[in-house]
């Protein structure tokens, strides 16, 4: 039912012969123990994997400023100033600790710890390959949007911890903006799961393929409505420009993290990176076909038929072009995430107010209604589809 | 294995948090410690096998009613107000000797009765063989669009009274600003 | 009797376990390295070089409660459409997607009078306008 990274590992030879080896070891418990192995191998690739884009998502933000205002941005640290991240890290790791002597300690210390704690939870099951899932959730979505919540908790917490009167802003616009945005996200979720039939994110991307047009987001245009409404929504959960009234730099200094320094900082950016990077990748799994590429399975057939290769190896090789399918699509939008921050001005809070609930909550709630009919309407038919019959009738007149 | 260990976990969690949110004096705390309890619970809501209300206790509780908790605090200005409008820097501990007796009565005997409500459960205890996890979310679904649809609809209303009531007891009073 | 499979849920745990790991480890190598020399006024709260007057945990204004109170009832209302949402597509293969459809509506329709009251009301404004009834 729910698959898992372990299902796909179990696949092959290798893991019953070290299931019987470490049944002479552990006993009756050597099942439990290699899964518990394989899990906390693979969360600590992912966590390192995850690390490493945050850490290249403050790189490529800079560069890609810099070419838009015609700078050059990083260049000294490793080739093209790649390395910089690590140079920033390593700064971080070096910074004196200050907790501000008026703040709430315990709560200081704790905010960073709890963003880290909700966006690293929601990793569980982001969809990067079929096999390198790490855990297909039977209400994965749905797990997905109740973790992210932690966030807005850990983000608030950081402001009301300082005793700082920019934090204290900066906390409560943060966390009524993510809280509000919440609920068009939501709705636009519950679009998809309407037409896929599912919550789990297995369901949702066996429901699309590779190529674009059985893509979810070409589905109805309801559902591709939905998806520039989720677009602008998660950017807003994220505190990405032009939703960044939290950290607004030019009002209220730093926003939330004023009075953090050095490595807590360090904690608040990296959950915003990776949780951008999440988002986007949910982007990819709900509208853009996730980790399907084109001809899919086909491919992994055709190797296996007319090449005659072994059929895990195959299935390996599609594997990695999952994954490269997916990191595309995750880090094309990933792209636009940065792109729109340097494009366009920040909004004032009652403009923020009046963008969720006048505009995204009535034409989101407008959408699920409107798929709902269209799903009832077509027998859950896709546009192409419908498309190729009318066009086939027309040819047999 | 790893069952007992999530059970142990989400237990503790919710024993430990509750506790704390008795014990804190600061107010913002007890709300993080009672977000520690509700994810305790979810926790321990996974490991009946009901994954649907695991994650909308996360959802509902530990993102929303947690939230609005913290901004209700804030309406009072947070936890600065350790002295109340009296004057006084404590509050003295609420009940008597009479009370504290009949809390103990009532809670001897509610654990009676619930502990004779488990008891079948408890001797029915046979081997134990792992299942895969059904997805609850499909039954709950028929349920809700077949036998139980007017809970549905009707929980809509609910709702509709509830958002209403949030609008208006939150509007500004006209007569202040004369 | 029998006991779940949880197995599923133990990325969750070794993640969020990761994340303790991740937050305290990072923090304890750091204290070996960084240095530590407090004072009085490093630790007082930034507030453009002024001294801060006061403590920022002030009376905060009712409309982010009222924001966090329709948040919650939306909250609600998604968690009980999830499930009917995941069974429409099956209701409709069988040929039942219109009492679904219908049911569906009536619920959504419900909800989205309580918005446009909210809304005419004047209640989803940010910055609220104190007239006077004349």
Not at chain 1, 285 to 293: D, K, M, R, V
Not at chain 3, 109 to 126: E, H, R, S, T
């Amino acid at each position: 039912m729910d698959s898992t990274v372990v299902t796909y590992f179990s696949q092959s030879n290798e893991f019953h012969s070290i299931v019987m080896w470490l049944s002479k070891i552990f006993g009756d418990h050597a099942g439990g123990v290699l899964t518990f192995t394989i899990f906390a191998v693979v969360a600590l690739v992912i966590v390192g994997v995850m690390a490493t884009v945050g850490g290249l998502g403050t790189y490529a933000e800079r560069k890609i400023s810099a070419d838009m205002q015609m700078r050059q941005g990083p260049n000294r640290v490793g080739p093209y100033g790649i390395l910089q991240f690590l140079a920033d890290g390593v700064k971080m790791i070096l910074k004196e600790d200050i907790v501000p002597s008026n703040a709430d300690k315990f709560t200081f210390i704790l905010a960073p710890i709890l963003c880290l704690m909700g966006v690293f939870a929601t990793l569980a099951v982001v969809p990067f390959s079929s096999g390198f899932m790490l855990s297909d959730l039977n209400v994965g979505v749905f797990y997905l949007v109740g973790m992210a919540s932690l966030v807005g908790v850990g983000i608030f917490l950081g402001g009301y911890a300082s005793n700082s009167k920019w934090s204290m802003l900066g906390g409560m616009r943060g966390a009524s903006q993510i809280i509000s945005y919440e609920i068009p996200v939501t709705l636009t979720i519950l679009t998809i799961v309407l037409i896929a039939g599912g919550l789990s994110f297995g369901t949702i991307i066996h429901g699309q393929s590779g190529m674009p047009h059985k893509w979810f987001l070409f589905h109805n245009p309801f559902a591709f409505i939905s998806f520039f409404i989720y677009f602008i929504s998660s950017l807003a959960e994220t505190n990405r420009a032009p939703f960044d009234l939290p950290e607004a730099e030019s009002e209220l200094v730093s926003g939330y993290h004023t009075e953090y320094s050095g490595m807590r900082f360090g904690f608040f950016a990296l959950a915003e990176y990776i949780e951008v990077f999440v988002v986007c990748g949910v982007a990819a799994a709900l509208f853009l076909g996730g980790y399907n590429f084109p001809f899919g399975h086909s491919i992994e057939l055709a190797m296996v038929q007319k090449i005659g290769m072994n059929s895990m190896v195959a299935q390996n090789i599609s594997q990695l072009l999952e994954l490269t399918a997916f990191f595309t699509k995750t880090l094309a939008l990933y792209y636009v995430v940065i792109w729109v921050r340097w494009t366009l001005p920040r909004l004032r809070v009652d403009q923020l107010m009046t963008l969720c609930w006048k505009y995204l909550t009535p034409i989101a709630l407008f959408n699920l209604v409107g798929c709902a009919v269209w799903m009832y309407a077509f027998d859950g038919k896709p546009i192409y589809s419908l498309i190729f019959e009318t066009a086939v009738t027309a040819a047999h007149h | 294995m790893f069952s007992d260990t999530l059970f142990l976990l989400s237990s503790a969690l919710t024993l430990g948090g509750a506790f704390a949110v008795l014990y804190s004096k600061n107010l913002m705390h007890s709300c993080l410690y009672l977000l520690g309890s509700l994810f305790g619970v979810a926790g321990l809501y996974a490991c009946i096998g009901a994954d649907f209300l695991a994650a909308t206790q996360l959802v509902v509780y530990a993102g929303g009613v947690v939230i609005l908790m913290l901004f209700a605090i804030m309406l009072t200005g947070g936890a600065s107000n350790k002295i109340n409008k009296f004057g006084l820097k404590k509050i003295p501990g609420m009940g008597n000797f009479s009370t504290y007796m009949i809390a103990g009565v009532s809670a001897f005997v509610a654990s009676l009765v619930v502990l004779k409500i488990i008891a079948d459960v408890l001797k029915s205890q046979g081997p134990t063989n792992l299942v895969a996890n059904e997805p609850t979310v499909f039954k709950l679904g028929v349920l809700l669009v077949t036998d139980h649809i007017l809970a549905f609809e009707i929980s809509s209303v609910l709702l509709l009274g509830a958002l209403i009531g949030a609008a208006i007891i939150s509007r500004p009073r006209r007569e202040i600003h004369d | 009797m029998s006991t779940f499979n949880l197995d599923v849920y133990m990325p969750v745990v070794i993640l969020i376990v990761l994340a303790l790991l991740f937050a305290g480890g990072a923090m304890l190598a750091g204290k070996f390295i960084r240095p530590s020399h407090p004072s009085v006024l490093k630790e007082t709260a930034y507030e453009c070089g002024e001294e801060p007057v006061g403590s920022a945990w002030a009376n905060f204004n009712v409309r982010f409660y009222v924001v966090a109170l329709i948040f919650i009832i939306f909250d609600v209302e998604s968690a009980l459409m999830f499930p009917v949402a995941s069974v429409f597509k099956h209701f409709n293969a069988i040929g039942m997607g219109g009492t679904v459809l219908v049911s569906v509506l009536s619920f959504i329709m419900v909800l989205v009078a309580g918005l446009i009251y909210c809304w005419k009301k004047g209640d989803l404004d940010w910055v609220k306008s104190f007239h006077r009834d004349n």
